[in-house]
């Protein structure tokens, strides 16, 4: 006890440092769960003979004890024997102090093992950090001291993976499909996958887990096969192409099916009728023919029959539902024979259209024309609505943009109809086809960016006009209506001030998004007495709480004038995630702080022995004098122990503390000097 009492002396008044640099490390190794870890402590180096000699030091090294549970400490190394340590591992904190039992110093040779740190390993990864490595040479100086941090973590372990790609509307290799990703080294022979029956594959490998992987799709067995993946399903590779990617956690994994060079399944071909009425025309002695982005644009491969007795020319064909075609009708075999598509009815120049979710015919209109042959053309209204809620609408307003009006960005403006909703309404030509987007401002950054489900080429379109029609109202930029966006809320409340006692059903919330329940929302317990919790809230909305000591409504706290809206507290919710400032319960501010001594002109507190199993004694050496009390707080902010009679002129004291009665654990001594109001705070670790 004496060497300790010396050894905490010499620290409190030390002020300098050695010259000489110390590292100490710890590892990092892997275990199976319900292993025993051992973990060595090492002083890698400087505190041999051409080093600093070392007196006494102080570790203390944070674990995870959901992760690890502490066995004890071993294997000390000879010439610092167990019996010139004390150490504990309650709490998530391995403490260990040794001062040389000659109070002289020991030449530590470079990589000795100090002790090995013993656990219970229980699945998992748990960091091995020192928050203390303090060395101290000949005088009790500190030695500059680099610490190594290590950790304990689970031995990995492989899962089984299965991929699964539909190729039913490819024509398969006759060398197979195949699996290449950054699992085989992009070796796109090295796996290959079983044909399951209509055009379905899938293979299955063993992946490490907790990894993130990328992959393709080959058809074929060569880089030539590599299926093209769309952006919007894929990461970059550094090519400017696009790979798969999937993270793979700890259990077997099944990968969705998805279609060959797409992000989702393969879609359901429907039968599109496509018509075409050559009554006004001579056709060519080579036919009629269909082309358009489903054949490549081949003018003679797709030809069109004539039907019945008129002059009308069908050809059907099987394509994808919700996929965007363009075509035109060809009298004869060559580009030179394609129609010129009016504008009213064209995008690019061509016809237009996107696949339904059935089979559809499409009307019989005359060749180069956008109504049928003989009629006389109907014009038809069409309103468009927009919701800007998620939005700042620029002061230059809401316009719309398309195809009808020359993608004019500011020529266009839509009209306000309240609630942040926008109308325009255009009348348009029978069996037109329009794209079109809309603009925040009047210039072409404004534009929406849409998703790729709801857009053609970037934009929102509609197809063949042939009514008035009110357009199904959208959230700027979305293929939705507007939700309302929310961001994560902290709560934070201070309960170390005022002499609030902590009741032991706990520290809650209540507010005006929780139905005013003082028991439905816990707050969690931090650094002894600080409490938070965590909430998503509505951008933008306002809202009222209280902090509740307890869980029922006898708890709430009053809360002042100056800061409250009736009774309670009160904010708008911003648009970002947000921490609100730590108040201290019922007070407008947060709890005063106490002075941590810092420096040789404010009170200096040391306890002694720290970490204890029985009683210490505290030393303190003020420059103030006045009453003086002393508290001992436990983690839930509990008085365990208290002395208030205590009235010290300047100069230093020894006060015994009762801490043999405590139960393990840290806790915190606070000695508050009454008449000065300085408050200077220690922790205290309590062993077994």
């Not at 969705?256 to 599109?272: I, M």
């Not at 099987?318 to 060559?334: H, P, Q, R, W």
């Not at 325009?424 to 960016?449: C, D, F, H, P, W």
Request: aromatic content about 10%.
């Amino acid at each position: 006890m004496k060497k300790i009492l010396v050894f905490l002396l010499l620290i409190g008044i030390s002020c300098g440092l050695s010259a000489q640099m110390i590292t100490v490390s710890v590892p990092t190794i892997t275990a199976n769960p319900g292993e025993t870890v051992n973990v060595p402590v090492t002083l890698v180096s400087g505190a041999g003979s051409s080093g600093t000699p070392i007196g006494a030091c102080d570790l203390n090294i944070n674990y995870d004890d959901d992760v690890l549970t502490y066995i004890g400490l071993t294997n000390f190394y000879a010439n610092m024997p167990a019996g010139e340590w004390i150490y504990s591992g309650n709490l998530s904190m391995v403490a260990a102090n040794w001062i040389d039992g000659a109070l002289s110093t020991e030449a530590v040779p470079d990589g000795t093992v100090l002790f090995v740190m013993q656990f219970t390993y229980n699945g998992g990864n748990s960091d091995l950090a020192f928050s203390k490595y303090e060395f101290y040479d000949a005088d009790y100086l500190l030695v500059p001291t680099t610490p190594v941090n290590g950790a304990v973590n689970q031995n990995a372990i492989a899962f089984d993976v299965t991929f699964r790609v539909d190729l039913s509307h490819e024509s398969v290799s006759p060398n197979g499909v195949h699996l290449a990703g950054s699992f085989n080294i992009w070796d796109c022979s090295a796996n290959p996958m079983t044909n399951d029956g209509n055009g379905l594959y899938s293979t299955t490998i063993p992946l490490e887990e907790n990894s993130v992987f990328t992959y393709r799709y080959v058809n074929g067995n060569d880089a030539s096969g590599l299926e093209n993946v769309p952006a919007e399903c894929g990461v970059l590779n550094g090519t400017g192409e696009y790979d798969r990617e999937f993270s793979l956690g700890s259990a077997p994994f099944i990968l969705d099916t998805v279609c060959f060079s797409r992000c989702e399944n393969c879609p359901t071909l429907h039968e599109v009728t496509f018509r075409v009425d050559m009554i006004n025309q001579s056709v060519s002695v080579d036919g009629m023919h269909l082309a358009g982005s489903f054949n490549n644009w081949s003018y003679n491969s797709t030809p069109m029959t004539l039907v019945g007795a008129g002059a009308v020319y069908e050809v059907t064909l099987a394509l994808d539902e919700s996929e965007y075609y363009e075509f035109k009708f060809i009298n004869g075999n060559t580009a030179q024979d394609a129609e010129i598509v009016p504008a009213g009815c064209s995008n690019n120049g061509n016809r237009y259209f996107t696949v339904p979710a059935t089979n559809l015919i499409l009307d019989a209109y005359c060749f180069g024309e956008c109504v049928e042959c003989g009629n006389l053309p109907e014009f038809f209204d069409i309103t468009f609505e927009v919701d800007m809620t998620n939005e700042t609408i620029s002061p230059d307003g809401i316009h719309i943009a398309g195809s009808f009006q020359g993608w004019q960005p500011g020529t266009t403006p839509m009209v306000n109809q309240g609630g942040n909703l926008f109308t325009y309404t255009v009348t348009l030509l029978e069996g037109s086809s329009i794209e079109y987007r809309y603009v925040n401002g009047n210039t072409s950054a404004g534009y929406e960016t849409l998703p790729g489900e709801c857009s053609v080429n970037g934009n929102r379109y509609f197809n063949s006009v042939s009514a008035d029609t009110l357009l199904p109202e959208v959230c700027f930029a979305s293929c939705d209506t507007c939700q309302i966006p929310e961001v994560m809320v902290t709560f934070g409340v201070d309960m170390s001030g005022n002499g609030v006692v902590i009741s032991p059903d706990g520290i809650h919330l209540a507010g005006s998004f929780q139905g005013w329940d003082p028991a439905s929302t816990p707050m969690n317990a931090g650094n002894f007495s600080n409490y938070t919790v965590t909430l998503p809230l509505q951008v933008g909305s306002v809202q009222q709480f209280r902090f509740v000591n307890g869980n029922t409504a006898a708890g709430y706290e009053i809360v002042p004038f100056e800061c409250a809206d009736g009774d309670n507290r009160f904010f708008t919710v911003p648009a970002a995630d947000t921490a609100m400032t730590m108040v201290c319960f019922g007070s407008c501010d947060p709890c005063p702080q106490s002075v941590i001594y810092e420096n040789s002109d404010l009170p200096v507190l040391i306890i002694y022995p720290n970490p204890s199993s029985g009683d210490s004694r505290l030393k303190l050496r003020s420059h103030e004098s006045g009453a003086v009390t002393v508290r001992i707080y436990n983690v839930q902010g509990n008085i365990v122990f208290r002395n208030d009679v205590l009235h010290f002129s300047p100069g230093s004291y020894e006060i015994p503390l009762e801490t043999a009665t405590l139960q393990p654990g840290i806790y915190m001594v606070v000695v508050l000097n009454e008449m000065s109001g300085i408050t200077v705070k220690q922790k205290f670790v309590r062993t077994n």
